[in-house]
């Protein structure tokens, strides 16, 4: 059985919370269905530090108080999974500030003429880091995103990919 590896980028963490004013119901059931679909399999999840932030950012801008404050405790108890022995997913990155930056800044720097941002090029180096870092398990790596500038970066292109609004 293949090893399958899903790094989350904020545009799907978006449509998996349903955050109001960044979600579309048709790709945010969809989305929902692929995660229970590959939470099934077996698959691993990970979850970008820097794409935790945004996706707190968006919460946070939202217009209904009560909704914020509904997705807030749902992303706090998901967190809080995350450090169980049957996380959702596992936060990266895996290493010290020092170790991790200056590799992100510089692949970021030779880069910024495509116009890829300083998260996006997290997200993507996460995705390597991952296939590299197991590859005696062989792993598929894929990045669920919107996105298909950071899509086209991922380790293993997705034969069915979802990134447009269905």
Known sequence: MKTIV??????????????????????????????????AAGASFYLPLPCLFELGSKIAHGKDA???????????RDVDLSFTARPIWKITPAGKP????????????????????LVDTFV?????RLKIERANFKPVVHIWT??????????????DPLITEA
């Open 6 to 39: 899903v790094v989350l980028d904020t545009s799907y963490l978006t449509e998996l919370y349903r955050c109001p004013e960044y979600f579309h119901s048709a790709f945010s059931a969809a989305a929902r269905q692929r995660l229970a679909s590959h939470q």
């Open 146 to 159: 919107k996105d298909t500038a950071l899509k086209a970066r991922e380790p293993d292109p997705e034969p």
């Open 66 to 76: 009560s909704e914020r404050m509904r997705l807030a405790r749902q992303l706090r």
């Open 98 to 117: 020092e170790d991790v930056l200056p590799p992100l800044l510089e692949t970021f720097e030779s880069s910024i003429h495509e116009k890829i941002g």
């Open 124 to 128: 993507a180096a996460e995705a390597h």
